[in-house]
């Protein structure tokens, strides 16, 4: 398979040197702005004023108005938001008050890397090898997914970390709060075959830092299975490693992830009926596999809260009321942030080292459950409005015009996530929710492009 993909790139006219140097050059920027960032401030100090990140956003501006006559035609509204949104992230730490967090300017610079991310939809050589490209991107991706979902399930299993500290695969114990899960195993049988301390079992995280942004993971996973599962031949090799992907998401106990998934899926079907599209056959093979998840997983979730505290056991009630505290606590020192800092906020990264300074008594040092107040309190609301229309946008304009499968499955991916940021943070406070929220955004916006044709024929996918 991996030979295949070789040969093809070898005997394309032109094999794409340029573009593999581009990616790579984006994987290996962030620990080169590291070590010039960390240079800078052993000179000038943390300094809000001026920093290497300034001098790099002056060198894309002005590489951008050079190359205007070329660039012009790429340009939309989704783009201009989004450099608006990241120049207002850099000015909210500009007009901060007090500390700034240590790494506000590399973590946006990550988040800068982004408009480079965009960049690849538009140029040439993606164009002409779009085929191939794709093609590995899927196989890589799903190799990846594998090695995941096997080390998510294995964790579960035998409660403890494989052993993968090479790939970053944390070292949870028991004494982690919000890694474990209180389940009374009286009320799921298989449970007392795996070992435990006091009825409290380590959650499926796989190589992340957390369980539930491998949740948010399995869910992008999961939904691009259900787009192979209607492109390709092989629906049942993706429709039982769909099976094995939703396992390894309820053993996640992500609430949020669930049910985002369940939702975002379903509408993957209504606009897939709406455009014509035969999934009728599709949707019965989905419906079985939910409904064997369902069988094996409901107590699980039931005992997470899926369905209220009144079907929970008194020990998964306990650990329940006191994450619900956590959260409404930082909730509230989030809408503080925002009464008292309404235009550029607390300042971008700034709100673990700040929160306690908006709140009477000491609060957990973690970010705000809700993806909305976290923007709004670090960057303003002004910020968070250009977000919002920003995804607004693009959505709107995507279902109007250029609706087609694989732009389908892109707004689901988009509405998973929004809907996950209800509940938790790490759609835009981690690497992987930006990913996921703005190259959604950036295929979006290009794919509905008179510049770029993105098609996936049958014969891409094997």
Same mark, same amino acid.
């Given at each position: 398979?991996?030979?295949?993909?070789?040969?093809?790139?070898?005997?394309?006219?032109?094999?794409?040197?340029?573009?593999?140097?581009f990616l790579s050059l984006i994987v290996i920027s962030p620990a080169i702005f590291k070590f010039l960032d960390h240079s800078f401030q052993k000179t000038f100090g943390l300094n809000r004023f001026i920093n290497v990140i300034d001098f790099i956003f002056l060198g894309f501006v002005s590489f951008c108005f050079l190359k205007k006559d070329k660039l012009k035609r790429y340009l939309s509204l989704e783009i201009g938001f989004l450099v608006l949104y990241l120049l207002l992230a850099r000015l909210s730490i500009l007009f901060s008050e007090g500390e700034i967090h240590h790494r506000a300017f590399y973590d946006l610079f990550k988040a800068y890397i982004l408009i480079a991310v965009c960049l690849l939809f538009v140029s040439p050589t993606f164009r002409k090898h779009q085929k191939s490209i794709v093609k590995i991107f899927f196989i890589?991706?799903?190799?990846?997914?594998?090695?995941?979902?096997?080390?998510?399930?294995?964790?579960?299993?035998?409660?403890?970390?494989?052993?993968?500290?090479?790939?970053?695969?944390?070292?949870?114990?028991?004494?982690?709060?919000?890694?474990?899960?209180?389940?009374?195993?009286?009320?799921?049988?298989?449970?007392?075959?795996?070992?435990?301390?006091?009825?409290?079992?380590?959650?499926?995280?796989?190589?992340?830092?957390?369980?539930?942004?491998?949740?948010?993971?399995?869910?992008?996973?999961?939904? %691009?299975? &259900?787009?192979?599962?209607?492109?390709?031949?092989?629906?049942?090799?993706? #429709?039982? /490693? !769909? =099976? *094995?992907? $939703?396992?390894? %998401?309820? &053993?996640?106990?992500?609430?949020?992830?669930?049910?985002?998934?369940?939702? #975002?899926? /379903? !509408? =993957? *079907?209504? $606009?897939?009926? %709406?455009?014509?599209?035969?999934?009728?056959?599709?949707?019965?093979?989905?419906?079985?596999?939910?409904?064997?998840?369902?069988?094996?997983?409901?107590?699980?979730?039931?005992?997470?809260?899926?369905?209220?505290?009144?079907?929970?056991?008194?020990?998964?009630?306990?650990?329940?009321?006191?994450?619900?505290?956590?959260?409404?606590?930082?909730?509230?020192?989030?809408?503080?942030?925002?009464?008292?800092?309404?235009?550029?906020?607390?300042?971008?990264?700034?709100?673990?080292?700040?929160?306690?300074?908006?709140?009477?008594?000491?609060?957990?040092?973690?970010?705000?459950?809700?993806?909305?107040?976290?923007?709004?309190?670090?960057?303003?609301?002004?910020?968070?409005?250009?977000?919002?229309?920003?995804?607004?946008?693009?959505?709107?304009?995507?279902?109007?015009?250029?609706?087609?499968?694989?732009?389908?499955?892109?707004?689901?991916?988009?509405?998973?996530?929004?809907?996950?940021?209800?509940?938790?943070?790490?759609?835009?406070?981690?690497?992987?929710?930006?990913?996921?929220?703005?190259?959604?955004?950036?295929?979006?916006?290009?794919?509905?492009?008179?510049?770029?044709?993105?098609?996936?024929?049958?014969?891409?996918?094997?």
């Amino acid at each position: 398979m991996y030979k295949k993909i070789i040969d093809s790139l070898k005997n394309s006219r032109k094999f794409p040197y340029k573009l593999i140097l581009f990616l790579s050059l984006i994987v290996i920027s962030p620990a080169i702005f590291k070590f010039l960032d960390h240079s800078f401030q052993k000179t000038f100090g943390l300094n809000r004023f001026i920093n290497v990140i300034d001098f790099i956003f002056l060198g894309f501006v002005s590489f951008c108005f050079l190359k205007k006559d070329k660039l012009k035609r790429y340009l939309s509204l989704e783009i201009g938001f989004l450099v608006l949104y990241l120049l207002l992230a850099r000015l909210s730490i500009l007009f901060s008050e007090g500390e700034i967090h240590h790494r506000a300017f590399y973590d946006l610079f990550k988040a800068y890397i982004l408009i480079a991310v965009c960049l690849l939809f538009v140029s040439p050589t993606f164009r002409k090898h779009q085929k191939s490209i794709v093609k590995i991107f899927f196989i890589l991706f799903f190799t990846y997914t594998v090695f995941e979902v096997s080390i998510g399930i294995m964790q579960f299993i035998l409660q403890k970390p494989i052993g993968f500290t090479v790939f970053n695969e944390p070292i949870f114990s028991h004494d982690l709060g919000s890694c474990k899960i209180r389940i009374d195993t009286s009320s799921a049988f298989l449970l007392k075959f795996l070992p435990s301390q006091n009825s409290e079992f380590l959650r499926a995280h796989g190589t992340f830092i957390h369980p539930n942004v491998f949740a948010g993971f399995l869910n992008v996973s999961a939904l %691009l299975s &259900l787009y192979l599962i209607y492109k390709t031949k092989k629906k049942l090799l993706f #429709s039982l /490693f !769909l =099976f *094995f992907q $939703l396992i390894a %998401l309820i &053993l996640t106990f992500s609430r949020a992830g669930f049910a985002a998934f369940i939702i #975002s899926s /379903f !509408l =993957f *079907f209504f $606009l897939m009926g %709406l455009k014509k599209y035969d999934v009728k056959k599709m949707l019965f093979v989905f419906l079985t596999i939910m409904l064997c998840i369902l069988a094996i997983g409901s107590k699980y979730l039931i005992e997470r809260g899926f369905l209220g505290s009144f079907f929970q056991s008194k020990k998964a009630k306990e650990l329940n009321i006191l994450s619900a505290k956590t959260r409404d606590s930082l909730k509230d020192v989030s809408i503080n942030m925002i009464e008292k800092k309404p235009i550029l906020g607390i300042g971008f990264r700034n709100f673990l080292i700040k929160r306690n300074e908006y709140s009477k008594i000491p609060v957990e040092r973690a970010y705000v459950h809700n993806i909305y107040l976290l923007l709004g309190a670090e960057t303003g609301i002004l910020t968070l409005a250009i977000f919002i229309a920003m995804v607004l946008i693009s959505l709107i304009n995507t279902i109007k015009s250029s609706l087609n499968p694989a732009t389908i499955i892109s707004i689901c991916m988009i509405v998973s996530f929004l809907l996950i940021g209800f509940f938790d943070h790490y759609p835009i406070s981690s690497t992987l929710g930006r990913l996921v929220l703005f190259l959604n955004i950036a295929f979006l916006n290009f794919s509905k492009s008179k510049y770029l044709k993105f098609k996936l024929s049958h014969s891409i996918l094997y």
